[in-house]
């Protein structure tokens, strides 16, 4: 197992101005000391969580480590996570921010699951005085600008981690090497990176890309869609999957075709499902993004913007890519 999120990140003392936090962050996630302190009212805050699909390994992570942390502080505040029944059901994350505004919440922490359209609810609940805290996967700039948003992002960044993943099948393809990318829903800002990023890999390491399609980080989904490159392309050598719900699909399809091993296959998430397949070469490797602290990181952050603190920008948090080596 990969070292925790937590362990990743440098303490830092209580006080943080605005302007530090921003440069900090453009290159770390800053601790935020001390633990979440005092109730800031004679009532303690109501936080909500709404995250993607909770069929998702990473989600379940998210909402474990979430919970954890929120019944570990449960004194200082109340606490309701909310997930949708798979990846494009968008109309169940608006209805649950829409209940916590109704619901007179304090803090919404959000991984959108649509970049654009979840800013129009977004902006309702900032305009009702409710702090929102866009974890994960970032909100759509143009679409903010538009509505009159302006607010910070907390999350990795998907270029640079699909990249890592990338490269390393570049390095173990070389030049030429012949590849296909399963890509995420294409409503999804970190869907678009991860794309890009995967492109970059093949550009660099001089890889041969057969086809790109969306299986809508769905494994079944995943699985249809390999099986189908496989009918097509006779010769893959390599599989990006962006993201390790995905990577699942294509080994399952891999596993059907007596192809397992010999098709190398990277991800991103690094969830226990996909471990042991890094371990047995079923799949070459993944990306670390510590998706069980990002939601507690989020409400810790949602708390000191109810104390008065202000964010902005991109504060970007930690990557890892995890191959065999990395795993015990």
């Given at each position: 197992m990969s070292k925790s999120f937590e362990a990743t990140i440098p303490e830092i003392g209580g006080r943080l101005s605005r302007r530090k936090f921003v440069v900090a962050g453009a290159g770390s996630v800053l601790a935020l000391a001390g633990g979440v302190g005092p109730a800031l009212a004679d009532q303690k805050p109501k936080v909500g969580l709404v995250m993607k699909s909770l069929a998702n390994e990473f989600f379940k992570q998210m909402q474990a480590g979430a919970e954890k942390y929120a019944a570990a502080n449960a004194d200082k505040f109340e606490f309701k996570a909310v997930g949708m029944k798979d990846e494009r059901?968008?109309?169940?994350?608006?209805?649950?921010?829409?209940?916590f505004v109704t619901q007179k919440y304090n803090i919404i922490v959000v991984a959108p699951a649509d970049s654009k359209a979840m800013v129009t609810p977004i902006a309702k609940a900032l305009k009702a005085g409710v702090r929102v805290i866009n974890i994960d996967v970032e909100l759509d700039a143009g679409a903010k600008k538009a509505a009159g948003v302006d607010l910070a992002f907390f999350g990795p960044d998907n270029r640079a981690g699909a990249k890592l993943a990338g490269d390393a099948l570049a390095q173990k393809l070389g030049p030429g090497g012949k590849v296909v990318i399963l890509e995420g829903n294409p409503e999804a800002d970190n869907a678009v990176q991860r794309k890009k990023g995967f492109m970059d890999s093949v550009a660099d390491g001089k890889l041969q890309l057969l086809d790109s399609k969306t299986a809508h980080w769905e494994t079944e989904e995943a699985n249809t869609l390999m099986t189908n490159f496989l009918t097509q392309y006779h010769d893959?050598?390599?599989v990006m999957a962006a993201n390790d719900s995905m990577a699942l699909g294509v080994v399952k399809a891999l596993d059907a075709a007596g192809l397992s091993g010999k098709i190398q296959v990277v991800g991103f998430d690094n969830i226990p499902a996909v471990q042991p397949l890094i371990k047995n070469g079923k799949m070459l490797a993944t990306v670390e993004q510590y998706g069980a602290d990002m939601a507690a990181l989020g409400i810790q952050y949602g708390l000191k913007e109810m104390a008065g603190q202000t964010?902005?920008?991109?504060?970007?948090?930690?990557?890892?890519?995890?191959?065999?080596?990395?795993?015990t």
């Open positions: 059901d968008f109309a169940a994350q608006v209805d649950a921010i829409e209940n893959i050598q390599g964010f902005t920008g991109w504060v970007k948090t930690p990557i890892k890519l995890i191959e065999a080596k990395d795993l």
